[in-house]
């Protein structure tokens, strides 16, 4: 009997299996596969799990990153993805105008209702380019959003790379605006209030601060 079961078991294992191929995240034809796991089997997205601060005379950056396991993407093709997802605090002369941090403990169903999400990574060929790095550096592109954005058209281009210097743990982002603002919002019919990004744009250094 007990080798009954576990033969039940084992058939069990493989037809889940078959049903629900695990395919890596960073090679595989993404979302061509009907409830297939596209999966950080490499773990590339833990390197940027965590909070990241950067600091001058005038502006607070703080970046804070968690990994979503498994989420549940609605395309044509239904699947599960890892992603990392991030939110955001920004503070100027002391002003806070940005922080969404609390927000990551958010269970969404959508991964666009976070203010960043990833893609898979890239190499030195996704724009914009690390004028710095070789052909085959490993960078990890996000789509970019701020809380109070309500404009369809206002896009940045947000990567982002492990950059660790004399064991401080850091990360290097280049962050520059894509597409400007259109006037409406995501109905094309209502008028947009934003029309520009409020944390500037530009090429960041941010520690590790937890």
């Not at 078959?18 to 034809?29: C, E, F, R, V």
């Not at 969404?100 to 898979?120: E, M």
């Not at 409406?184 to 530009?202: A, K």
């Amino acid at each position: 009997m007990k080798k009954i079961l576990t033969a039940i078991v084992l058939l069990y294992n493989i037809i889940l299996s078959a049903q629900n191929p695990i395919l890596n995240l960073h090679t595989a034809d993404f979302a061509q596969i009907e409830n297939a796991y596209y999966k950080d089997i490499e773990q590339f997205q833990n390197k940027f799990v965590g909070t990241w601060v950067y600091t001058d005379a005038v502006k607070t950056i703080r970046f804070k990153f968690i990994k979503k396991e498994m989420f549940y993407y609605q395309t044509i093709k239904n699947c599960y993805v890892d992603y990392l997802v991030g939110e955001m605090q920004y503070i100027e002369n002391g002003v806070e105008k940005i922080n969404s941090l609390v927000d990551l403990n958010a269970n969404y169903t959508s991964i666009f209702n976070y203010s960043l999400h990833s893609y898979r990574k890239v190499d030195n060929n996704w724009y914009p380019k690390c004028l710095e790095c070789d052909d085959f550096v490993e960078r990890l592109p996000m789509s970019y959003n701020e809380p109070n954005n309500d404009d369809f058209g206002l896009k940045a281009a947000f990567v982002m790379r492990r950059a660790d210097e004399n064991g401080v743990q850091k990360i290097k982002i280049q962050y520059i605006l894509t597409s400007g603002p259109l006037g409406i919002q995501s109905d094309f019919e209502t008028p947009s209030t934003t029309t520009n990004f409020t944390i500037p744009y530009g090429d960041y250094t941010l520690t590790r601060e937890n």
